[in-house]
């Protein structure tokens, strides 16, 4: 029980940790970068939280990307009114399926609340009790069927709704395990290459036995034609983060497919109660953010935007590999996050030098960095350029030149 006293004294702490917040001595920020990255370090500067220079990627860890201009504006307006969230979902919806060609689109709050809603469209459907009882699913169709080698840490989105996970090898293996209970096939596109069944293979035995496919492309933008490539393809349900390569708010996502699918997957959730997705909440300035994301991201010179992160590319690969014993390499993932990226790899005779030590220099030095996770036993360093702002490639350079060069 809480008494009156108690309730005054927790609330006399909590205030006092508030001070303590404010009190420019309580906190030193490591740094601050005034300016860059859409000047955006007041807050962060305030709260006593490092904020660096992103050569990563779009990690959740890292905060994802940054908002487009044109989407914090278009959220900043969105949070100014009050609107039905049906019916932003229903017009947000159209135009993003009219602008990638799919039937019908729903907004969530990420890629994996996007696996969650479309299992439980497959699962539960638009059926009144079964919404309200998963994960309970005994009675309902409640397997998906995966290919081995795509088990992956966001499975456990499709597990949240009570589905089982059914695996299969090989295509025929895929034809065999359906039967009455299967709700669903499905496709993790990174995972194109590793088992000897392909995207198109697993979209065809879809439509072959009529069984609803989803595939998971959250983070295989660009190309930008990948936003319609799969519905294309044939897939019923395809899903994308909408906090990567979109630039849209951080907690958003992309549904987009078959419109009996998509009605399901919102009853299924959020603004509705008692439903798997509810803890999945969209709002409406994520909404009209992930929509404006998507147009911006149609529309934007993706040609332009390439070369650019070549030119990043080579500029902080001339800056180290002048180095001895220090070379560098151009790569491209192969599907997920398939933008320009820079290896920089040295010889530990020449160059005394840890992954670990230079990943911390980077870190703790004025501004921080923070690069791409890579292996930690090996001397190389993987850089992202595609989330830097401005000259931000320029100081990733000279301070990755200089580690390198005073370790030599
Ligand atoms: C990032 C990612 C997710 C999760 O996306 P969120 O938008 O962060 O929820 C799911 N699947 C894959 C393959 C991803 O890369």
Redesign the pocket.
Same mark, same amino acid.
């Given at each position: 029980m809480t008494t009156k006293d108690e309730g005054s004294v927790s609330r006399r702490r909590f205030l006092q940790g508030v001070g303590a917040l404010s009190a420019p001595t309580a906190f030193t920020p490591l740094q601050s970068r005034d300016g860059r990255s859409g000047g955006a370090s007041g807050i962060y500067e305030q709260l006593g939280v490092r904020t660096f220079i992103n050569a990563a990627g779009t990690y959740?860890m890292f905060s994802?990307s940054l908002l487009h201009p044109e989407v914090r504006k278009a959220m900043d307006e969105a949070s100014r009114a009050y609107v039905s969230i049906e019916e932003l979902q229903q017009i947000c919806g159209d135009r993003i399926a009219a602008a990638t060609g799919a039937e019908a689109a729903l907004i969530t709050?990420?890629?994996?609340?996007?696996?969650m809603l479309a299992t439980a469209a497959c699962v539960a459907g638009e059926d009144e009790d079964a919404i309200r009882r998963v994960p309970d699913t005994s009675g309902l169709r409640n397997e998906v069927i995966f290919v081995k080698e795509h088990r992956?840490g966001?499975d456990h989105?499709i597990r949240n709704v009570g589905a089982k996970i059914v695996e299969a090898e090989t295509g025929a293996e895929i034809r065999e395990a359906i039967g009455e209970r299967t709700a669903m096939l499905f496709f993790?596109?990174?995972a194109n290459d590793r088992g000897p069944v392909s995207r198109e293979e697993v979209a065809a035995i879809g439509k072959e036995k009529d069984i609803p496919t989803l595939i998971?492309a959250?983070?295989d933008l660009p190309p930008v034609s990948n936003l319609s490539a799969y519905i294309e393809m044939g897939y019923d349900l395809v899903?994308f /983060? *909408?906090?990567?390569a979109l630039r849209g708010p951080q907690c /958003? *996502?992309l549904l987009m497919g078959r419109k009996d699918l998509i009605r399901a997957a919102y009853r299924n959730g959020p603004p509705f109660g008692n439903t798997i997705g509810r803890i999945a909440k969209v709002g409406k300035e994520e909404i009209v953010g992930l929509t404006r994301a998507v147009e911006v991201y149609l529309a934007k010179d993706h040609a332009a935007e390439w070369d650019r992160w070549e030119s990043h590319v080579s500029h902080i690969g001339a800056a180290v590999s002048s180095i001895e014993g220090v070379r560098s390499e151009r790569f491209v993932p192969e599907i997920?996050n398939q933008v320009p990226h820079l290896a920089i790899e040295w010889d530990s005779r020449v160059v005394d030098l840890t992954r670990d030590a230079f990943v911390r220099e980077l870190r703790e030095g004025e501004p921080s960095i923070e690069v791409r996770p890579s292996d930690p036993a090996e001397p190389r360093l993987e850089i992202g350029v595609w989330m830097m702002d401005g000259d931000e490639y320029r100081i990733v350079a000279s301070r990755c030149a200089d580690i390198l060069r005073a370790s030599a």
């Open positions: 959740t994802g709050s990420g890629c994996a609340a996007a696996l992956f966001y989105a993790l596109n990174f998971d959250a983070a899903a /983060s *909408g906090g990567k /958003s *996502g997920a």
